[in-house]
């Protein structure tokens, strides 16, 4: 049985109507490493829980517990020997430590994040069982205060970060999602989008919008061992960007090769290639906002993999019609075999977002190239 | 090869008829006491029918169904090849791509095995009945007999055309005076044009029909039916067969898609109703693909008028029009 698949943007729309039923479902995602699940907690979900319970999100508590490296006594309290008032051996219990740092928050209102929860044995995941199980809400026997809520992120067994299968009876209490990571899904969009807000390096997010679909971000853990591209660790290497392009060592074009090292340590020897060629040719390549404002004039560059970079960068930032259509014009002074690739990607993606190109430019198009564009699917030849 | 001729070639024509004997029959009789018993006002027209197989009247509606059904499955999954315009009676031959042509005939036998069975299952009791009750069960309506029943049964044929290529002008193939070639060629390739791009806007109208349907059901409806999910992915093969044979619209192929992943996945009406995450998705899907679709229905044609060989064509008046007149 597959988990259901969601997107953030998705998953906020979900997230109000558990929100609003009252049940105090537990919700968790899990995914791949490095897609932002706990980020996503830390940020979104704590805003919307706190619009839900009508306070500012910093008057929330927040309790991250990272279960993975936990035994099953650290989780529900220990056991302790005592003797009563008449002398009679008893066994008592601590108070569990995640209560006492409830009680210490002192707030009325916060969110409970079980992190990496598939990582934990299966005797922290039984202890925890009852904390996840919205008509008990306990854990240790004490129960969690009414205005607290528990969320949990993992991974899943394919990721091989020693995560394992949720079992069955938490999975049966809890909604869980699977985050994907995707262009088609628009989470790579949004990733540019957060990323842009919060200082990530132009270039980076440029280079990851513009080789998405090229393999850019990792899709699964690679089977030699090494580092990979993920959200977080491009973050992670656009600040060592940032550093080298604020030092003085920075010529404006090239990636000396130790820097692309420290990138490839970070996001692997591939997407580090691509970031260095992309940062190379970024002067040549007009950018997604300048081929938006002159789609007829901005500047076709002579080699192929600049094109195809220019159009990606406009077609994975294309948001209307507008914009939709003057990705197109510009993908109508390409190559041709590229023309056929990018546009019929672009009329796609018109189509799936609610912005369906209908232009004549758009339609001159199908009538051009109705024999080759099955070729374009069929071949692989989507870029 | 033209878009036209690349077009013949993913297509074929089918064309069916269809018999059945009307048990209605109208009566004078019975208007006249109708409207006696009614006390309608003679200047009134008063029309009344009255079953001409007495009792069994019904049974024969329902093996008449069974006919009508093969009309009815292949209207519904195939597209009409006409040049009517929008409002005007689609009725005729019918466009199959060429990959489901095997398929359409093979159910179209089927059905027309089914009707045949159900006339056949009639008839014993239509002679039995005949014979003894003839005319009996139809009271004083005098003016209308019990059909014999082997006139009636010679009243039922199905007959399935043999599918046929789709006709392409080859102006170069006759010996014809080169205007009057290029004209009848250029009026050709316009009516195919138009017959194409009907069918290609009649798969997309159909398909954003339902999906208004389903959108609206699915927010709204109370008793959500299997059709729902069954029709949509007929509609998406309609669209993909109808688009991958002729222009390969990209867009509309994305919708066909989108239809098939969000809708016609889902296997079982029952997980819509207990699902709201599907149902949202599907919700949505039903809204982006109605919205897409109805933006390419308002769109220029996809459909390109290919003039014929340049070199010799005569230009002028028409020839052709001169000739006709």
Redesign the interface.
């Known amino acids: 049985m597959a988990h259901v698949k969601t997107t953030i943007a998705q998953f906020q729309q979900i997230v109000p109507l558990v929100l609003a039923s009252g049940n105090q479902q537990p919700v968790g995602l899990i995914g791949p490493v490095g897609v932002g699940k706990t980020q996503y907690f830390k940020g979104w979900f704590r805003d919307l829980y706190a619009e839900h319970v009508g306070v500012s999100a910093d008057q929330l508590g927040f309790i991250q517990e990272r279960v993975a490296n936990r035994d099953s006594a650290e989780i529900a309290g220990v056991a302790l020997p005592s003797k009563d008032a008449d002398g009679n051996l008893r066994t008592t219990f601590t108070v569990a430590p995640l209560i006492t740092k409830i009680r210490e928050t002192g707030k009325e209102y916060g969110i409970i994040l079980i992190d990496e929860l598939m990582q934990a044995t299966a005797d922290v995941q039984k202890v925890l069982a009852d904390l996840l199980d919205p008509a008990e809400r306990t854990i240790g026997g004490h129960p969690i205060p009414d205005g607290w809520i528990v969320c949990f992120t993992g991974n899943r067994t394919s990721d091989k970060s020693g995560a394992t299968r949720m079992l069955s009876h938490l999975l049966n209490r809890c909604a869980v999602f699977e985050l994907r990571f995707d262009v088609k899904s628009g989470a790579v969009q949004q990733w540019a989008e957060w990323a842009a807000d919060n200082g990530v390096n132009p270039l980076a997010i440029d280079c990851a919008l513009a080789y998405a679909d090229d393999g850019f971000f990792a899709d699964c853990v690679p089977t030699e061992d090494g580092p990979f591209c993920t959200p977080r660790s491009l973050v992670r290497a656009a600040q060592h960007l940032t550093a080298f392009m604020d030092s003085a060592d920075f010529d404006g074009m090239a990636i000396p090769s130790y820097v692309e090292s420290l990138l490839a340590a970070n996001i692997g020897n591939r997407a580090a290639g691509m970031l260095s060629r992309h940062i190379a040719m970024a002067d040549q390549v007009p950018t997604a906002a300048e081929i938006f404002a002159d789609p007829t004039g901005a500047n076709v560059p002579d080699a192929t993999g600049y094109q195809l970079l220019a159009a990606n960068r406009a077609i994975n930032s294309a948001h209307d019609a507008d914009t939709g259509e003057a990705a197109l014009a510009y993908v109508t002074r390409l190559r041709p075999d590229l023309q056929v690739s990018l546009g019929s990607k672009l009329l796609r993606a018109s189509a799936r977002n609610g912005w369906v190109l209908t232009s004549d430019v758009a339609v001159a198009f199908i009538q051009k190239f109705h024999d080759l564009l099955p070729l374009a699917q069929t071949a692989g030849m989507e870029v | 090869?033209n878009?036209q001729q690349?077009i013949a070639n993913n297509f074929m024509v089918l064309d069916i008829s269809i018999g059945r004997a009307d048990p209605m029959k109208h009566s004078a009789v019975a208007s006249d006491a109708a409207a006696s018993e009614c006390k309608v006002n003679h200047t009134v027209p008063v029309r009344t029918r009255v079953g001409s197989l007495g009792t069994l009247t019904t049974d024969l509606k329902q093996v008449n169904s069974k006919f009508a059904s093969v009309r009815t499955w292949l209207y519904e999954n195939t597209l009409p090849f006409t040049d009517a315009e929008d409002g005007q009676q689609k009725r005729g031959k019918r466009l199959v791509p060429v990959s489901r042509v095997p398929e359409v005939i093979t159910k179209l036998a089927e059905l027309k095995a089914e009707a045949f069975a159900a006339l056949d299952a009639f008839m014993p009791d239509y002679r039995g009945y005949y014979a003894a009750r003839n005319r009996l069960d139809l009271g004083r309506v005098s003016d209308v007999d019990m059909p014999d029943p082997d006139v009636l049964a010679g009243k039922y044929r199905v007959n399935i055309g043999a599918p046929e290529p789709l006709p392409v002008f080859n102006v170069d193939s006759l010996a014809l005076p080169a205007g009057l070639a290029a004209d009848i060629a250029q009026r050709h390739h316009d009516r195919l044009s138009k017959q194409l791009d009907g069918a290609k806007q009649a798969a997309i109208e159909g398909a954003q029909k339902h999906m208004d349907v389903v959108e609206k059901q699915l927010t709204e409806g109370k008793r959500l039916h299997q059709s729902l999910l069954d029709n949509a992915k007929r509609h998406a093969t309609l669209l993909r067969g109808m688009v991958?044979g002729?222009?390969?619209?990209?867009?509309?192929?994305?919708?066909a898609d989108?239809i098939d992943q969000r809708i016609g996945s889902i296997p079982n009406i029952e997980q819509v109703k207990h699902n709201?995450?599907r149902r949202?998705q599907a919700i949505r899907a039903a809204g982006?693909a109605s919205?897409?679709l109805a933006?390419?229905a308002?769109?220029?044609?996809?459909a390109?008028p290919v003039a014929p060989a340049a070199s010799n064509v005569i230009v002028g008046d028409s020839l052709l029009a001169d000739l006709i007149d």
Not at chain 2, 246 to 255: A, H, Q, S, T
Not at chain 2, 298 to 302: C, F, I
């Open positions: 090869m878009m690349s991958e002729y222009d390969n619209d990209p867009r509309v192929l994305e919708v989108l709201a995450t949202n982006t919205k897409a933006a390419v308002k769109a220029p044609s996809t390109t």
